[in-house]
């Protein structure tokens, strides 16, 4: 108990955090207004009232305690709340939404994506009634005669606002959810002649540092950097990572290196060290301290904005300005102390940056290195102090991975099996480059040392990523294919916990806990297992403009669809492959979807369906071959023939391979036996 009281700050902020997780859930489900604000704003008054009264009378200490935890939790609760526009009354609503498109006033509020075909742009819209207001997620044309959005500028639009929906396969990422956590509800395509420039608007510094961001690339590439180390370069330095390859993205993922292309805390601590030892001078002057820890401060914080404020590097930043503060005032803080402040400042200013995954991975990953680190590292004495460093580092990476890997094993399915030999190369590797990069950008103003720093920079870039790429192609580099759920990533933290609190502070009932824990973790995992062995059903998934069915036997399974979905590697994992994950699949066999399967009847796991292909002539052949059918999933069909669909008997299954008008029209036909995928999600039978 006496441990637990040395971190005040991490007890106040708890509560809090524990208020905003909930009620951002809660959000999604239930109808929150104003009156339920108002009630809390109320209840947090009353609650300030009995704290204070608690605070006078120093008799009844434990009243403060008491009514300070529910006030905190109150508190994160009503600021989820406050940050979600469309609680408010004059927030886009869908129902107030029409079918055909409105006009808009639109502020772009996030830096412009430059995909394939499309600009992807997150922008704060106003109607021109100004009735409605909130933010969206719009995709412009990509038409070479017009011009890209710029960050901040103010645009007169006209587009079909829609609301994002979840597409319904089992275990695809929750895009809906990810995007609500961002307060964007609403998409809207925008084409070309729809959209015109008002003014430039007002960017603000956050604006003004994404120009001079975009000024300091330009330099890389005069530099001489281009392709894969120009986007590392940019990704590692300055936080731009749209350019990455996704072949070499998916590199880095595999060898463990991914944190090394995010700017987080290893990046703010190697600018903390540089600007502390550019800075050391001004200590022989009178104020200098001070002076030194106001430019400290002001330099990390104008290097997180320029990065982008990314979770990651807002953690880091702030809590390295406390580190300063606490340096300048001759003051060393308890790291969870500082890690809990920093947090708190954080949700403040955006409670929904604790549901991002780099927020999540960011602060626990220093939790380890903080608690596991010196552990590990006093375990053994190493006399050479090169070999002490390379231990060192191993001692680094392994804690970090130690309280991180629960987490990405739930979202990203996977682990690396060489992250210490990737981190033993990547480290030092990103120290380096971010030297070089600096000494490019500051000595690269005198014109002729510019191609020798960026010579120098392109080289180091190209040999990590080889090596990183020859890691990733290491036989059985990675271990993917893992899927757990919520609770068991919980369970497997609190196995975690109990055995730290065991080694630690030596108490027997961290060790207990963890057997316990552990003990129904395997049993559960047996019972997965045993229900995997013996499963058997159909699953028609939702993935616009195909059909795919799996039929699924055990542990294996059979894929019928056309093989530009089975051979599009992004498509299947992102609408079907976690799917296969969680039931565990180990064997895959795929089958064509043709002719040859079309409009007869195929039996599978005590059912019957048939793949129904309705164009050109083939009605009487369709009617004849599918009789006695349980489920018809429709794959083609022509405008003239849907009134077929009413002499089948059975359920019949929509794909998403056609347009609304004919499905509006095989509707009618039959409406009391259709099901269609594009609207409800993937079907299981």
């Not at 880095?252 to 540089?274: N, R």
């Not at 990733?472 to 893992?482: A, D, F, K, R």
């Not at 498509?571 to 895959?588: A, C, D, T, V, Y």
Request: hydrophobic share 50%.
């Amino acid at each position: 108990m006496k441990a637990w009281n040395s971190f005040p700050m991490l007890r106040l902020v708890l509560p809090f955090m524990a208020g905003i997780i909930l009620f951002s859930f809660l959000l999604e489900g239930a109808e929150l207004g104003l009156n339920l604000i108002l009630s809390g704003l109320f209840l947090a008054f009353v609650l300030i009232v009995f704290l204070v009264m608690a605070h006078a009378n120093g008799r009844r200490p434990h009243l403060f305690g008491v009514f300070l935890m529910p006030l905190l939790f109150l508190l994160g609760s009503l600021l989820t709340i406050s940050v979600s526009n469309y609680v408010f009354p004059d927030a886009l609503n869908g129902k107030r939404l029409g079918a055909t498109n409105q006009v808009f006033l639109a502020r772009v509020s996030e830096e412009p994506q430059v995909r394939q075909k499309s600009v992807k742009v997150v922008a704060d819209l106003e109607d021109r009634a100004e009735t409605m207001n909130g933010k969206a997620l719009l995709y412009f044309q990509d038409d070479s005669a017009s011009t890209i959005p710029k960050y901040g500028e103010e645009l007169l639009i006209g587009t079909q606002l829609q609301p994002i929906l979840e597409v319904g396969n089992p275990n695809e990422f929750n895009y809906p959810r990810y995007l609500r956590f961002h307060d964007i509800l609403f998409r809207g395509y925008v084409k070309a002649e729809n959209w015109k420039s008002l003014s430039m608007g007002s960017p603000g510094f956050i604006g003004w540092f994404s120009d001079f961001r975009s000024k300091l690339i330009s330099r890389f590439k005069e530099a001489g950097l281009e392709g894969d180390e120009l986007a590392v370069a940019s990704a590692l330095i300055l936080g731009h990572r749209t350019e990455l390859d996704k072949d070499l993205l998916a590199a880095y993922a595999g060898s463990g290196a991914t944190h090394v292309l995010a700017v987080s805390g290893l990046h703010v601590g190697i600018v903390y060290l540089i600007l502390n030892g550019l800075l050391k001078f001004l200590e022989k002057y009178r104020y200098g301290r001070l002076l030194k820890t106001v430019l400290l401060i002001a330099l990390l914080l104008g290097y997180a904005v320029l990065t982008g404020l990314s979770a990651s590097v807002s953690r880091a930043a702030v809590m390295f300005v406390f580190v300063a503060i606490g340096k300048a005032s001759n003051r060393d803080s308890n790291i969870f102390n500082t890690l809990a402040i920093s947090a708190f400042f954080l949700l403040v200013y955006d409670p929904m940056m604790i549901m991002q995954v780099g927020f999540q991975l960011s602060y626990l990953a220093v939790i380890g290195i903080v608690v596991i680190h010196p552990l590990l590292f006093n375990l053994i004495t190493i006399e050479n102090r090169f070999w002490d460093w390379v231990w060192s580092i191993s001692c680094v990476s392994i804690a970090a991975q130690i309280v991180t890997f629960p987490l990405g094993l739930l979202y990203f399915h996977q682990f690396p099996n060489l992250f210490l030999l990737s981190n033993l190369v990547v480290i030092p590797a990103a120290t380096v480059i971010l030297y070089l990069g600096f000494g490019l950008l500051v000595f690269g103003l005198w014109e002729p040392a510019l191609p020798i720093c960026g010579f120098l920079l392109k080289w180091v870039i190209l040999i990590l990523n080889q090596v990183v790429v020859w890691i990733e192609q290491v036989p059985y580099s990675v271990l993917s294919g893992i899927d757990i759920t919520t609770l068991e990533a919980l369970m497997i933290y609190v196995i975690i916990i109990g055995l730290l609190v065991f080694i630690i502070r030596e108490q027997r009932f961290g060790l207990y806990l963890s057997l316990g824990v552990a003990i129904v973790f395997m049993t559960l995992q047996a019972i997965e297992v045993h229900e995997q062995k013996n499963q058997r059903f159909t699953t028609v998934y939702n993935v616009k403009g195909h059909t795919a069915i799996a039929l699924v036997n055990g542990t294996d399974v059979t894929f019928i669809s056309r093989k530009e979905l089975y051979e599009n590697e992004q498509s299947m994992l992102f609408h079907i492959q976690h799917h296969w994950w969680r039931k565990g699949i180990e064997n895959e066999k795929f089958v064509e979807l043709n002719d040859s399967l079309m409009n007869r009847r195929l039996d599978w796991g005590g059912n019957s369906f048939s793949i129904i292909n309705l164009t050109g002539n083939s009605e009487l052949e369709a009617s004849i071959q599918v009789e006695n059918v349980n489920h018809f999933i429709v794959d083609a069909l022509d405008w003239n023939n849907a009134q077929i669909v009413s002499e089948c008997h059975g359920e019949l299954i929509i794909s998403n391979q056609f347009g609304y008008k004919t499905a509006d029209k095989i509707r009618k036909a039959s409406p009391e036996n259709v099901q269609f995928v594009s609207e409800i999600g993937a079907i299981t039978y």
